[in-house]
């Protein structure tokens, strides 16, 4: 959907992925996180991409990263 520009539900290229944030405070924008410690979590914003046809809606983590570190390499 985000490479393709179509609904891989019901074929749609009518899909979008600008201005669009469910409105949440404090962020203004859909977020995952990820528990650190017990207080402090890393987040990531969230690109949502939904079908103007059917509304499937697919989500991409804006900085993967830093929620889930590389793996060390075993060399
Ligand atoms: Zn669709």
Excluded: W
């Excluded at 979590?41 to 993967?64: K, N, Q, W």
């Amino acid at each position: 959907m985000k490479q393709s520009g179509e609904c891989p539900k019901c074929g749609s290229r009518n899909v979008s992925c600008k201005d669009l944030y469910i409105p949440m405070y404090p962020y203004r924008a859909l977020v995952v996180a990820r528990q650190t410690t017990p207080l402090f979590s890393e987040s990531s914003p969230l690109d949502v991409y939904i079908c103007g046809e059917c509304g499937f809606l697919e989500m991409y983590a804006r900085t993967p990263s830093q929620l889930i570190p590389k793996p060390k390499s075993s060399e």
